[in-house]
């Protein structure tokens, strides 16, 4: 079992930059595929970014590619979203999430995942 906690969020203005990380309890950090996903106001949650156990392989969702890095550090149990280039579009609440199996392409879905952090809100506006 891992616990996530995310922290990073904030106000930013357009076309500014924020990294989010994610921290996880226990010893098994690496066990786990980490993703970020995101729920804007009256929006579905949607997948965002995914990293492979040893951050060898990662993806993203069509509309942060070349803005958004996703990356971890296994032996600091964190995994990060560095965001760059942030349109008023990405304001959301970002949760990182870890799932155990590896799927691809890995799009995760909701019912994919096996641990939620609590969130953590990104507001970008000028």
């Known amino acids: 079992q891992v616990q996530l906690v995310e922290s990073g969020g904030g106000l930013v203005q357009p076309g500014g930059s924020l990294r989010l990380s994610c921290t996880g309890s226990g010893r098994t950090f690496s066990r786990y595929v980490i993703t970020w996903f995101r729920q804007a106001p009256g929006k579905e949650r949607e997948f965002v970014a995914s990293?492979?156990?040893?951050?060898?392989?990662?993806y993203y969702t069509d509309s942060v590619k070349g803005r958004f890095t996703i990356s971890r550090d296994n032996a600091k149990n964190t995994g990060y979203l560095q965001m760059n280039s942030l349109k008023p579009e990405d304001t959301a609440v970002y949760y990182c999430a870890a799932a155990t199996k590896y799927y691809y392409p890995p799009v995760y879905r909701s019912e994919w995942i096996d641990y939620w952090g609590q969130g953590t809100q990104v507001t970008v506006s000028s």
């Open positions: 990293i492979s156990y040893t951050g060898d392989s990662t």
